[in-house]
């Protein structure tokens, strides 16, 4: 299975691209005997249209030509998830031979409706906002945390 995070505009050259980058590594070479065949990032430009809706209509649909598989949004207003239970439903679609599970962090406006509608989860880091380039280093850093909870390894300690 094939782990994708797809992001709403463009990263910053410096230390959060680079641990952003690490995790992903890191995820990529512990995943691979696992059976996650890569962990891929996509960047997308953001919507320049002059309303919020349009914007958010625009990058939806940019996500939707970058997805595949699974999809899950990343959103304060989403479900809470501790560390394990993501490594889990992981584990379920891999096993289960899902092609691909697709993780979007969304542009400044926020999710379109519409594709919050098509998700498989809409999951929350917490009711705080963050910065989409902590973000991205989050979700990285979880998908190495699932894939090393899988393999039983013991970076995650609780």
């Given at each position: 299975?094939r782990l994708i995070?797809?992001?709403?505009?463009?990263?910053?050259?410096?230390?959060e691209?680079d641990?952003?980058?690490?995790?992903?590594?890191?995820?990529?070479?512990?995943?691979?005997?696992l059976?996650?065949?890569?962990?891929?990032?996509?960047?997308?430009?953001?919507?320049?249209?002059?309303?919020?809706?349009a914007?958010?209509?625009?990058?939806?649909?940019?996500i939707?030509?970058?997805?595949a598989?699974?999809?899950?949004?990343l959103?304060?207003?989403?479900?809470?998830?501790?560390?394990?239970?993501?490594?889990?439903?992981?584990?379920?679609?891999?096993?289960?031979?899902?092609?691909?599970a697709?993780?979007?962090?969304?542009?400044?406006?926020?999710?379109d409706?519409?594709?919050?509608a098509?998700?498989?989860?809409?999951?929350?880091?917490?009711?705080?906002?963050?910065?989409?380039?902590?973000?991205r280093?989050?979700?990285l850093?979880?998908?190495?945390?699932?894939?090393?909870?899988?393999?039983?390894?013991?970076?995650?300690?609780?």
């Open positions: 299975m995070l797809v992001a709403v505009g463009r990263a910053k050259a410096g230390p691209s641990l952003a980058a690490r995790y992903q590594e890191r995820a990529a070479k512990a995943g691979k005997g059976g996650f065949r890569s962990i891929d990032t996509v960047t997308l430009d953001e919507s320049r249209l002059p309303e919020a809706a914007r958010k209509s625009e990058e939806a649909a940019a939707r030509r970058a997805r598989g699974r999809l899950v949004l959103d304060e207003r989403g479900r809470s998830m501790g560390s394990p239970d993501f490594a889990a439903l992981l584990g379920r679609w891999k096993d289960a031979s899902e092609e691909a697709t993780l979007v962090v969304g542009g400044p406006d926020g999710l409706p519409a594709l919050r098509e998700a498989d989860l809409v999951l929350s880091f917490g009711a705080l906002t963050w910065p989409h380039q902590l973000v280093i989050m979700a850093e979880q998908i190495y945390r699932a894939v090393t909870i899988l393999a039983g390894h013991p970076y995650h300690r609780a």
